[in-house]
């Protein structure tokens, strides 16, 4: 089991990259196209949270791939890959 330290760092590191320039580019320009679509503030809003939690499961889908490849890998190769902390 990894260190609460690790798991909290590697959850600041995903908020930094959550708010980098360009994924909150691509976050307005949805919500601003799904605004002028929809119109009422209740819609606006139900897409919204349904636009974040597609975003929130494509990234939860592409880090177990990765997770599972890393494993994987480990396996086949019967090799510790040892990472750089």
Do not use: Q
Request: hydrophobic letters at 50%; charged letters at 15%.
């Amino acid at each position: 089991m990894p260190p609460i330290d690790k798991i909290i760092e590697a959850a600041w590191w995903g908020r930094l990259t959550a708010l980098s320039p360009c994924p909150l580019a691509t976050n307005i320009a949805a919500m601003s196209f799904m605004a002028r679509r929809l119109g009422r503030t209740r819609e606006v809003a139900l897409s919204g949270l349904l636009y974040t939690a597609g975003r929130s499961v494509a990234y939860i889908g592409i880090a177990a791939a990765l997770v599972g490849l890393y494993y994987c890998l480990r396996y086949i190769l019967e090799v510790p890959l040892n990472l750089p902390v």
